[in-house]
Nanobody
Framework: QVQLVESGGGLVQPGGSLRLSCTAT????????IGWFRQTPGKEREGISC????????YYEDSVKGRFTISRDNARNTVFLQMDSLKYEDTAVYYC???????????????WGQGTRVTVSS
């Protein structure tokens, strides 16, 4: 039984900040690279960031680069996504997942959780 639970979403104004958290039960995140993904209705889920097992390597899609920061605390089995300078286009449901590809953002199908909703609105 593996569960990934996202939290920290909410309503923010453009230019605002939010920090998302991802906690896992049933598995140790130490084993995996962890990605953050987001999805809006009618669109495909897209990967936006990934952090390596030891927090030594991080990747960001161009759409969030310079604004979002991914980090992890393996002792707490938690991965974070700090989101700054938020834009309307960042509105989505955000998910975390283990990243099953070494050089691309692909979540494991069986591990998707319910996500946390981020709404950027004035």
């Amino acid at each position: 039984q593996v569960q990934l639970v996202e939290s920290g979403g909410g309503l923010v104004q453009p230019g605002g900040s939010l920090r998302l958290s991802c906690t896992a039960t049933g598995t140790s995140l130490d084993y995996y690279d962890i990605g953050w993904f987001r999805q809006t209705p009618g669109k495909e889920r897209e990967g936006i960031s990934c952090v390596s097992r030891t927090d030594g390597s991080k990747y960001y899609e161009d759409s969030v680069k310079g604004r979002f920061t991914i980090s992890r605390d393996n002792a707490r089995n938690t991965v974070f996504l700090q989101m700054d300078s938020l834009k309307y286009e960042d509105t989505a449901v955000y998910y975390c997942n283990v990243n099953i590809r070494r050089y691309s953002l692909v979540g494991y199908d069986e591990y998707w959780g319910q996500g946390t909703r981020v709404t950027v609105s004035s």
